[in-house]
Structure formats: structure tokens, C-alpha cells
């Protein structure tokens, strides 16, 4: 049976068990469930133009967002300093974690705030900066875990380092 038929006879099912107040209006699945995305404007064919529509995105982040950019150097910075320091290829992989946690952190604020810009226009809406709100408070999390994280892995090595040379 298919998802949207089992939907269908799940809720009819369901309807019919509760008593007549207290069950919800009868939903046609099949409008709502689209297995096809009928509602897509366009579908990537292929998963080489996938991949086409995820660069864009990540163009279009890098070009617009000021802070996807302050990101990028950052995290490219932060390599760059593990590579300097050899840290162990397990703390690197961790420091690589976190760049790429606040970079899709940033991506996906960015496509919160252009959902919800598409939704309500200019116009004010205390759901529109409470998702808004969130999702920068997403951002902030992810940043200041990458923080603690690189700090904690890079400042013994950096700070022997550097005793070393001042010796
Ligand atoms: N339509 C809206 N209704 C209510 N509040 C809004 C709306 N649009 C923006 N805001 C408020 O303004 C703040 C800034 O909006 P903006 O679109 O610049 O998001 P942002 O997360 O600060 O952007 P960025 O991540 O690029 O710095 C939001 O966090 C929200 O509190």
C-alpha cells in the first residue's frame, strides 16, 4: 500500500474510533502528501546538478552573508594553525567537526531567514522573530562550542610552543 493510501485509511480509521466531537475534519492525504513533489518548482534531475544547486547556495551564503564569511576565514584560519602545530589527526578531525557544525549552522540560518522573509514579506510577525531569534541563536551555540573546542585543543600545544621559543 502506498504512503498516502495508508494515510488515508490510518486517519478514516482513526476518525471513525473517536467519538463524533471530538474527531479532526477528514483530510484528503493525497492533497497534502505528494510523493512526487508536485509542488516543487523544479527537481534536480540528477545528482551532478544536485550538487550545482548546493554550490550556489554556498555562493550565494559567501556572497551575501557577511558572517558566513567571517566564518570561513576563521575556520580556514584555524586549520591552517592545527597544520602549524601537527595536532593529533583525531583533534583535527574534532576542530573540522566544529567548522563545518557553525558553517551549515549559517547556511541553514540563512535559508530560515529567506523562508520566513518569502512568508511574511516585510511585515511584522512574532512567530517570524522568534524563528529568526532561533536560528541565530543556533548560529551563536555552534560558535561558541567551536570556540571552547579549538581553544581547549590548540592553546597547550601553542602555548608550549611558544615557551619553547622564548627559552
Ligand atoms: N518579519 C519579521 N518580524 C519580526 N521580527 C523580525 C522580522 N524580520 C527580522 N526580524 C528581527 O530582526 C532580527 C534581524 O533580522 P535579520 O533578517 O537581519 O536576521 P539575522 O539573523 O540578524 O541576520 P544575519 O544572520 O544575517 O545577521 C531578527 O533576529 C528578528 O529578531
Redesign the pocket.
Known amino acids: 500500500m502506498k504512503l498516502d493510501q495508508w494515510l488515508i485509511s490510518f486517519r478514516q480509521e482513526k476518525n471513525a474510533a473517536m467519538p463524533q466531537e471530538l474527531s479532526t475534519p477528514s483530510i484528503n492525504c493525497s492533497d497534502v502528501v505528494k510523493p512526487n513533489r508536485d509542488l516543487s518548482w523544479r527537481i534536480a534531475p540528477n545528482l551532478l546538478i544536485s550538487f550545482k544547486y548546493a554550490w550556489a547556495g554556498l555562493r550565494y551564503a559567501f556572497v551575501t552573508?557577511?558572517?558566513f564569511r567571517i566564518h570561513v576565514v576563521i575556520g580556514t584560519g584555524a586549520i591552517a594553525i592545527c597544520v602549524f602545530l601537527h595536532l593529533q589527526p583525531v583533534e583535527m578531525a574534532v576542530i573540522g567537526l566544529t567548522i563545518g557544525l557553525v558553517l551549515a549552522m549559517?547556511l541553514l540560518?540563512?535559508a530560515i531567514?529567506s523562508v520566513?522573509?518569502l512568508t511574511?514579506?516585510?511585515?511584522?510577525?512574532?512567530?517570524?522573530?522568534i524563528a529568526?531569534?532561533c536560528?541565530?541563536g543556533a548560529?551563536l551555540i555552534s560558535a561558541l562550542v567551536s570556540v571552547l573546542v579549538a581553544t581547549s585543543l590548540m592553546l597547550p600545544p601553542l602555548v608550549a610552543l611558544i615557551q619553547s621559543a622564548l627559552r
Open positions: 552573508q557577511r558572517n549559517e540560518n540563512t531567514e520566513v522573509d511574511v514579506k516585510q511585515s511584522y510577525h512574532e512567530l517570524a522573530k529568526k531569534d536560528a541565530a548560529v
